[in-house]
Nanobody, 121 residues
Framework: QVQLVESGGGLVQPGGSLRLSCAAS????????MEWYRQFPGKQREWVTT???????NYADSAKGRFTISRDNAKNTVYLQMNSLKPEDTAIYYC???????????????WGQGTQVTVSS
C-alpha cells in the first residue's frame, strides 16, 4: 500500500506564512505527480496546485503569486509554501499523489488525511 502523511498546518495570523509537507511511503515505483487540494466547511474539495515528476507546476488562480509547490523526489515529499495568507484560505488541506506501485503499471490516486490551516487574528 501507499501512505501519505501531511504536516505543517496550524493557526496563523492574516499576512503570515505556513509551510505544509506531505511525505509518501510504501510500495512506490514512481510518483507521476503530487497535488494539494483544500476543503472549506460544507464545500467540495477544490484543487490548489500540481507538480509533476519533472517539476512542472500549475496553480489555481486563488494560489498564484502567494503559494509555491515544490518537491523532493528522493524523499517522495511535496511541500506547499503559503505566504500572505488570508482568512479565506482557512480550510483543511489535503495532498494527493498519483502513483505507480511496485509490480504494477497503472496509476492510482492516494490521499493524505488532511491538515487544518486556520488564518485568523
Amino acid at each position: 500500500q501507499v501512505q501519505l502523511v501531511e504536516s505543517g498546518g496550524g493557526l496563523v495570523q492574516p499576512g503570515g506564512s505556513l509551510r505544509l509537507s506531505c511525505a509518501a511511503s510504501g510500495s512506490i515505483f514512481r510518483i507521476a505527480l503530487m497535488e494539494w487540494y483544500r476543503q472549506f466547511p460544507g464545500k467540495q474539495r477544490e484543487w490548489v496546485t500540481t507538480i509533476t515528476s519533472g517539476g512542472s507546476t500549475n496553480y489555481a488562480d486563488s494560489a498564484k503569486g502567494r503559494f509555491t509547490i515544490s518537491r523532493d523526489n528522493a524523499k517522495n515529499t511535496v511541500y506547499l509554501q503559503m505566504n500572505s495568507l488570508k482568512p479565506e484560505d482557512t480550510a483543511i488541506y489535503y495532498c494527493n499523489a498519483r502513483v505507480v506501485r511496485l509490480g504494477q503499471t497503472t496509476l492510482t490516486d492516494y490521499w493524505g488525511q488532511g491538515t487544518q490551516v486556520t488564518v485568523s487574528s
